[in-house]
């Protein structure tokens, strides 16, 4: 479990390290954020009225969201200040809150609870994974899923280059999600070729 000083350090990392690349963010994360579009036109085409992403850096997927859906009501909670003021920029239309995932109110950023939550390449830089997705799934409306896209476990590619983009990860504070902890939530699974990547879909709880 995170305690406050955990969260404060991280906050006072995500504001060091987006600060800085906040503006060229989108254009190094296209050739290796892989999946995300796949998971966005999944979502496009549900019938689902209000979604909330968590950890949505520049607003880029709320943006192609907005897009493809534009009747839909979308929010955010961001940890980070940096990446916080640059998003309200440029999503107009989107509700922000400032909160970290294993403590947000998912309800705060639409005033009711979401019908989706996306984790689109941020739960693998989350603190306390299960307090997040614990977090996020009781905030879910009844019927709403929890979608994640993030690092798998690596372990198609050949061992030494696993092992070293593992370490440029971790530099970064970026964990890659393991199959376990999707499947303890009742996560249907899908992976990307050579287990780069996984999509997760946990479902609400009942009752």
Request: hydrophobic share 45%; glycine share 10%; charged share 25%.
């Amino acid at each position: 479990m995170t305690t406050p000083d955990d969260l404060s350090e991280h906050r006072a990392f995500l504001n060091a390290y987006y600060g800085a690349s906040r503006r060229i963010y989108d254009l190094t994360r296209k050739y290796y954020l892989f999946g995300r579009d796949g998971v966005l036109s999944a979502l496009a085409a549900e019938p689902w009225a209000r979604l909330v992403e968590v950890g949505p850096g520049t607003g880029r997927n709320l943006r192609v969201l907005a897009r493809l859906r534009p009747g839909a009501r979308l929010g955010a909670i961001e940890a980070s200040d940096a990446m916080l003021e640059h998003a309200r920029v440029r999503c107009p239309g989107v509700s922000f809150v400032q909160g970290f995932a294993e403590r947000a109110d998912y309800a705060e950023p639409l005033g009711e609870a979401p019908d989706r939550v996306l984790f689109s390449y941020c739960l693998s830089m989350v603190p306390d994974k299960v307090g997040a997705l614990e977090r996020a799934r009781a905030g879910l409306a009844p019927g709403g899923e929890v979608v994640v896209v993030d690092f798998a476990d690596l372990e198609g590619l050949p061992a030494p280059l696993a092992s070293l983009l593992r370490g440029w990860l971790r530099a970064f504070h970026v964990d890659p999600i393991d199959d376990d902890l999707m499947l303890r939530f009742g996560a249907s699974l899908a992976h990307g070729p050579l287990r780069y990547f996984l999509v997760a879909r946990i479902p609400a709880l009942e009752g």
